[in-house]
């Protein structure tokens, strides 16, 4: 999940000027963006489950591509497997909010469909700076109940992976995460993110009374995690290519 965290919303504002990776991965077409950066082997769009042998269809669009069925069943989805969540925590469940957040022009949705058609599970990412560091961030990934366990959360975090590699200087892949979501810290842990360091940290009150933040924020480096300031095209002449 990802919400109003401040952090984020800070880190969108302080997005950089038109000539950045980032700026270039946000103003590609859903075709340039798949071409260029999931660099998808054939036949991605296709997923069977390992144990139903059901087939599902896999798709990358913009908010502005969704139509009103697909928004409304990710939007269904969120609520299903982590309304409860949200409204526990500090931030609480707006639903309001929450689609605004979800049109959100940069985003990227990668949905899942069943023989149907129907909306079965998506993830939704946006390349964007944090911190001063261009990443990309995970907004979501919520599958059904009858996905969930099958391996697909891992292959679709794995296209994420794909797309931080390859958009010139992503640093990580980064998300947050409730505390009051076991399972998905499990499962964030299974394939490889750690407390970023930018993760709040508990507070104590004057009175000595500890703070626990109600969510964390996760992260995966790139493999070129760790080099400074990288601008479009720097990372090929690095590579020698
Ligand atoms: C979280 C979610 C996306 C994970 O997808 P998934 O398909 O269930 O997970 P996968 O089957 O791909 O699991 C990948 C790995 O994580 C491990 N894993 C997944 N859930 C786990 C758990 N609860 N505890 C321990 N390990 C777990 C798997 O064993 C697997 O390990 P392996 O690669 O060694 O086999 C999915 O369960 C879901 O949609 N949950 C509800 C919504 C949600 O919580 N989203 C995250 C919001 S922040």
Redesign the pocket.
């Known amino acids: ?2 919400e109003e965290q401040p952090a984020k919303v800070a880190g969108k504002a302080r997005k950089s000027s038109k000539t950045s990776p980032i700026a270039t991965a946000n103003d590609k077409t859903d075709e340039e963006f798949i071409r260029d950066y999931l660099k998808p082997s054939q036949g991605w769009t296709l997923w069977t489950h390992p144990l139903t042998k059901q087939s599902y269809s896999l798709e990358l669009l913009s908010p502005h591509s969704l139509s009103k069925d697909d928004f409304k069943a990710c939007f269904d ?2 609520e299903s ?2 309304g409860e ?1 949200y409204k526990s925590a500090s931030v609480g469940w707006h639903p309001a909010m929450k689609k605004k957040e979800m049109k959100s022009p940069d985003l990227r949705y990668i949905l899942v469909k069943d023989e149907s058609g129907t909306v079965q ?1 998506f ?1 939704s990412l946006m390349p964007t700076f944090e911190n001063h560091e261009p990443v990309l961030y ?1 907004y ?6 009858d ?11 794995n296209f994420l992976i794909t797309i931080a590699e390859n958009i010139p200087s992503t640093k990580k892949v980064m ?4 505390i009051s ?11 490889g993110f750690t407390k970023d360091d930018f993760s709040p940290r508990d507070r104590v009150l004057r009175g000595g009374k500890v703070v626990r933040p109600d969510y964390v924020i996760l992260s995966r480096e790139t493999a070129r995690g760790g080099s400074e300031g990288l601008v479009d095209g720097e990372l090929e002449r690095e590579d020698g290519n």
């Open positions: 999940m990802a989805i969120i497997t982590s969540d599970g993830t995970c979501e990934v919520h599958l059904l109940p996905l969930q366990g099958s391996g697909l959360g891992k292959h679709l975090m998300l947050t995460c409730f979501n076991p399972n998905g810290l499990r499962f964030y842990e299974r394939i």
